[in-house]
């Protein structure tokens, strides 16, 4: 990447969880017969491996004060970043303009698919808060489960009858309120959220997160600025490092890291 004069940015996710990620992650550790405590740790090890590898490569690395998909996404809404890369979809959510997924880089080829805002805008009729509506009816990283029995198709249809002036996620709340769906879809919609026990108190916290700006990031996103991206500073101690993790000798590290 720095060859080709791009100047990445690696963001991590905040050592703190939230009660909402936190009540998401039991749950799913529950299903796989795990504790928070021993996923965690195993995650935290490799994080600090990448992270100590990042630093004697001389590469930026910033710790995000919550999600980084969410710093990741300020970021890129206020041109500070060109595009996120990321498999995590819930970045548009946030309010991502420009998204790489499925990146991948060998020494022959870099493949990747890309994603705008606004072309999503444009072709789907999806803007930032009707990608927002999708979450809570389908699912996302503070719901996996979303509501079930929904569906996509059902979703899309009811947010593409839903006018253009009226803000999505409101009106899955006069939906709730008011009891009196105006067309099939408003009706399964409400039908299914009711089988489902689900009520707008339910949303609330979901939308919460991604609606907020996260205000602890601002000193972060302000010191960017001053970042540089240098060619590798600590090469001894690359050199030790990868001698330990892969069983590469020095020249070989050398080589890699200047050609």
């Known amino acids: 990447m720095i060859y080709f004069n791009i100047k990445p940015i690696f963001v991590l996710d905040s050592t703190k969880i939230t009660d909402l990620k936190l009540d998401v992650i039991t749950k799913r550790l529950a299903l796989k017969n795990k ?8 995650f935290n090890v490799l994080i600090n491996e990448c992270s100590e590898l990042l630093n004697y490569l001389g590469l930026p690395i910033i710790r995000a004060d919550g999600e980084a998909e969410k710093l990741c996404a300020q ?29 991948g880089i060998d020494i022959k080829s870099i493949s990747f698919d890309i994603y705008d805002r606004h072309e999503i805008e444009s072709n789907c009729h999806l803007n930032q808060r ?26 899309l249809k009811f947010l ?13 709340r006069t939906i709730l309120l008011r009891n009196n769906p105006q067309n099939k879809y408003e009706q399964k919609i409400l039908n299914i959220l009711k089988d489902n026990n689900k009520n707008f108190k339910y949303f609330d916290k979901i939308i919460k997160e991604y609606s907020s700006l996260e205000l602890d990031n601002l000193p ?12 590798p500073v600590r090469l001894k101690q690359l050199q030790i490092y990868m001698k330990k993790k892969l069983d590469w000798i020095e020249s070989y590290t050398f080589i890699k890291v200047n050609y």
């Open 35 to 42: 504790t928070t405590d021993q996923t965690r740790s195993g």
């Open 75 to 103: 970021l890129n809404q206020m041109n500070i970043v060109d595009v996120v890369i990321t498999n995590d979809s819930d970045c548009f959510v946030y309010g991502a303009k420009t998204i790489i997924r499925n990146f």
């Open 130 to 155: 009707s990608l927002l509506a999708l979450a809570l009816l389908l699912g996302s990283d503070y719901d996996s489960q979303g509501i079930q029995g929904i569906g996509r198709e059902n979703a």
């Open 160 to 172: 593409q009858l839903i006018p253009s002036n009226i803000d999505p996620v409101d009106y899955i």
């Open 220 to 231: 972060l996103i302000a010191s960017i600025a001053s970042i540089k991206w240098l060619k």
